[in-house]
Nanobody, 122 residues
Framework: QVQLVESGGGLVQAGGSLRLSCAAS????????MGWYRQAPGKQRELVAS???????DYADSVKGRFTISRDNAKNTVYLQMNSLQPEDTAVYYC????????????????WGQGTQVTISS
């Protein structure tokens, strides 16, 4: 089993920044891809960004140029630096982990965190 714990959410004004962290524990050697998803009220959960252990990254078009995903394999932690935040970025952000690269297919992420709320005020 793998446990994922997110942190770093909060309330910021539009144009501000936040950094989310996701710490993995448990059978971590089984993890390759880690990703951040988000779900806004009334909307489907969507990929924000993902990264593999070798550094391959994917981003949603809506966050390209504003968000950066990174990973510290020694600390088993993945980060999401979010800049130029906008009200439409308001959502619960979830960390996810998979044993291999899965692209944008969230159904293939086996492990999920509990989520952290990000709220952007206008």
């Amino acid at each position: 089993q793998v446990q994922l714990v997110e942190s770093g959410g909060g309330l910021v004004q539009a144009g501000g920044s936040l950094r989310l962290s996701c710490a993995a524990s448990g059978v971590i050697f089984s993890i390759d891809a880690m990703g951040w998803y988000r779900q806004a009220p009334g909307k489907q959960r969507e990929l924000v960004a993902s990264i593999t252990s070798r550094g391959r990254t994917d981003y949603a078009d809506s966050v390209k140029g504003r968000f950066t995903i990174s990973r510290d394999n020694a600390k088993n932690t993945v980060y999401l630096q979010m800049n130029s935040l906008q009200p439409e970025d308001t959502a619960v952000y979830y960390c996810a982990a998979a044993s291999q690269y899965v692209g944008y297919d969230q159904s293939r992420y086996r492990y999920w965190g509990q989520g952290t709320q990000v709220t952007i005020s206008s």
